[in-house]
């Protein structure tokens, strides 16, 4: 069976179509290929599936397993599938920038590939380092530098889907160039949909007072993966007032739904209308986080998703 909310009423015995429910090592506080602090693979991979979930992202190349048939053994016996997996970009800063992604893009389209996967979800780099909170460049960019990001990712999704058959899902985010529903905006003008969508992160987005329903309804055909998750509304605008760093937040603005905003329920229902099997894999950035927290807010908001939306289907 397939963990998915459907927009018809079905037996739980049945088979339905519905939007593909799933979580991502980022939900255990992995943010690195390898960390002492980290939650061990088989752990993540174990809890997952106690916590329900049929999907899970690739996360950090490295964390899991790389050989494809090694993955496949572990994720089977678990009743997992593999979404996606993700690729940092930077093309902006110049030509030298094609390499690193590409390079990148190789290793984890191979292995998603190889999985019967079909996305890669792509985080352009920040100008405010995610690790330090250091200012690394202007916050803003200049036309040619918004040129040269648009075109770079053209090339990067018609490569990874012509030499891969994976599609390019853009992630906007918090301190990146692309984080305002302006900035949003103008990536979807400059680029091609047949080589760039979107990877929706409900939080991010909205962190920047973006309404995603709004977005979804104004762009449907460019809606093609989605990262739930919730950020607290009132810390919002101390981060924005104050002007603090991602890095120095991320752990307390992001929080459990449904304490949070946005609400997932018209969310699942806008998206559920374009296509009913998209990917909504739940991504709450939890870096350094405890290793017993999140089992247990992973399986409460899977139960918080599928109860928050009338029309749902369990395992």
Known sequence: ????????????????????????????????????????????????????????????????????????????????????????????????????????????????????????????????????????????????????????????????????????????????????????ERLLEQTDPRYLNLCLDTGHYAYYGGSNVDLINKHPERIGYLHLKQIDPELRFEVLKNDIAFADCAADIMVEPPAGEPDFAPIIDAVNKIDSEIFAIVEQDMPGCDIDLPAGIASRTRQHIFGCHPLTRTR
């Open 1 to 184: 069976m397939t963990d998915t909310i459907s927009d018809a009423v079905t037996a739980p015995s049945a088979h339905t179509e519905g939007l593909r429910i799933g979580t991502a090592p980022d939900s255990w506080g992995v943010w690195f290929p390898d960390h002492p602090r980290q939650t061990p693979w088989e752990r993540f991979l174990d809890e997952v599936a106690e916590a329900g979930y049929n999907y899970i992202e690739l996360g950090p190349y490295g964390y899991l397993p790389t050989d494809p048939q090694r993955l496949s053994d572990e994720l089977a016996k678990r009743d997992l599938k593999l979404s996606g997996g993700t690729v940092f970009t930077g093309f902006h800063k110049g030509d030298d920038q094609w390499q690193r992604a590409w390079d990148q893009a190789v290793e984890v389209a191979s292995l998603v590939a190889a999985m019967g996967a079909e996305h890669i979800v792509v985080i352009p780099d920040l100008w405010r380092s995610d690790a330090t909170g250091e200012t690394l460049e202007s916050r803003t960019l200049t036309d040619e530098q918004w040129i040269a990001l648009a075109a770079g990712h053209d090339r990067l999704g018609k490569a990874l889907l012509e030499e891969y058959g994976v599609r390019q899902q853009f992630h906007s985010h918090a301190d990146s160039h692309i984080g305002t529903k302006r900035e949003v």
